[in-house]
């Protein structure tokens, strides 16, 4: 008997049929004598609809309101879900984050985990419950209801498998498991049995939504087993090893992951003296956005060229940060170029391999693939590239690298 922690995501429990398959493939896992708890996200679209009305209601909700209205989503599935167990004779018991106790900070829309109280979800599966808790969601210390961040509901279930010290956290989703590349990208990408830990970190870092960057710090911080799975097809998904594979020599690259929606601003001619990259950077990360890539760039000339990448959602804020500042910072121009995205390939291999980066340019190079930004860490190689080329570019790394599934033209033409 196991104590296993499932989690179910929006397409999983997209509509009543799903949600009824849903409950199907618990009671399996209960009438094996599982101890189940469930955490589950809003119905597909759900949050992106509400989203959607708070920003036609004012162009900036308060976060506040914005979580109040946001954590509605998870608790209609909650609901749902157990009913859909009790009409099939199995106890089982909904709780929101507030209820079970998931203790936050108070950073609204994207707030951390402190601590979750496993007192009520303990006492209910001992009384035979399956218990279902709403993901993405918790509670401050004065009460307000908070949410952890888009694809939080992943969190909230590695989080609870580890305060629950689960055999297991199974990330239940709508492809097989992790893959070496986005599937619904690249047809032929292959499914991986098992990829470390530190791999899946910066691919999930690097853009790679199935699943999200927190859930996996989560998962190797408290030792917890994670998964990844079909909620459709049966298969034993991909398992996140906390351990490198020493036996086998590392492939170069494990994957390629990327980000569609950045943005690129470009500040030209500015002094070349100590403290620019401070009087840029600085203004934009004190209003609280994220500065991804940057480069600096000294001509002979003296001056200097800092460009850096954010969201695109935020890039017009930092536009007019910058267009404010423009005076002090003595600039010749300030560019934003909101058409760029960034492809990266990932790998713990690349430590020992050779020539990657060069091998990246090239097949890059033969697609007439402009790079505008490279940045490199050990385990992975970035790109900014024009977004027109996103698909193109992921496409052409993939086979480059020989990534493809070779198996794929049978799956799809069986003999
Ligand atoms: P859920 O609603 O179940 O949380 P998400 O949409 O958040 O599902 O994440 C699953 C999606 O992640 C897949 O449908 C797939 O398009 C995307 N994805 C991106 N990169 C990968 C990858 N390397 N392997 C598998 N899926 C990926
Ligand atoms: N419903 C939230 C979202 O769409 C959380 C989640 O699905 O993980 O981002
Ligand atoms: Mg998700």
Redesign the pocket.
């Known amino acids: 008997m196991a104590l296993v922690v499932q989690?179910?995501?929006?397409?999983?429990v997209g509509s009543i049929e799903r949600i009824e398959a849903v409950a199907e493939k618990i009671t399996g896992f209960r009438d094996n004598g599982d101890d189940i708890v469930v955490v589950v996200?809003a119905m597909?679209g759900e949050t992106n609809r509400l989203t959607a009305l708070a920003l036609e209601m004012m162009q900036q909700p308060t976060p506040r309101e914005m979580d109040v209205l946001l954590s509605t989503g998870e608790q209609v599935t909650i609901a749902l879900l157990c009913m859909a167990l009790e009409k099939r004779g199995y106890g089982a018991r909904s709780f929101t984050g507030g209820q079970v106790r998931i203790l936050t900070d108070e950073s609204h829309t994207k707030a951390r985990i402190r601590e979750i109280d496993s007192t009520r979800i303990r006492t209910q599966l001992e009384q035979g419950d399956v218990v279902v808790v709403a993901g993405f969601q918790g509670v401050d210390e004065s009460g307000n209801i908070t949410t952890l961040g888009r694809?939080g509901?992943?969190t909230t279930a590695v989080a609870l498998a580890a305060a629950l010290q689960a055999d297991e956290c199974q990330?239940?989703?709508?492809?097989k498991?992790?893959?070496?590349?986005?599937?619904?990208?690249v047809e032929d990408?292959k499914l991986l049995d098992s990829i470390t830990f530190e791999e899946m970190l910066e691919?999930a870092s690097l853009?790679?939504?199935?699943?999200?960057i927190r859930a996996v710090e989560f998962a190797g911080k408290y030792k917890v087993p994670l998964r990844?799975l079909s909620?459709f097809e049966a298969g034993s998904g991909t398992l996140i090893s906390l351990e490198e594979d020493t036996d086998m020599e590392d492939p170069a690259i494990a994957?390629?992951?990327f980000e569609r929606d950045e943005a690129k601003l470009t500040v030209s001619g500015v002094p070349d003296v100590p403290g620019i990259a401070y009087k840029v950077i600085g203004p934009v990360s004190d209003a609280g956005i994220e500065v991804d890539v940057i480069v600096q760039n000294a001509a002979a000339d003296g001056s200097n060229d800092i460009t850096f990448t954010v969201k695109r959602a935020e890039s017009d804020r930092t536009k007019a940060i910058l267009d404010e500042i423009a005076g002090t910072l003595d600039a010749r121009e300030i560019v934003l170029d909101k058409k760029v995205c960034k492809v990266s390939l990932v790998g713990v291999g690349m430590r020992s391999h050779a020539g990657i980066a060069s091998k990246m340019f090239k097949a890059l190079a033969d697609e007439n693939i402009n790079i505008e930004i490279i940045t490199t860490s050990e385990i992975k190689i970035s790109v900014v590239i024009e977004e027109k080329y996103l698909e193109l570019a992921v496409r052409a790394l993939h086979s480059a690298f020989d990534l493809g599934d070779p198996d794929y033209e049978k799956d799809q033409n069986p003999a």
Not at 7 to 12: H, I, N
Not at 171 to 175: K, L, P, Q, R
């Open positions: 989690k179910y995501g929006g397409t999983s996200s597909s694809g509901s992943d990330i239940y989703t709508d492809v498991g992790v893959y070496t590349t986005d599937p619904r990208v990408a691919l853009g790679a939504k199935v699943l999200q990844v909620s994957g390629i992951a």
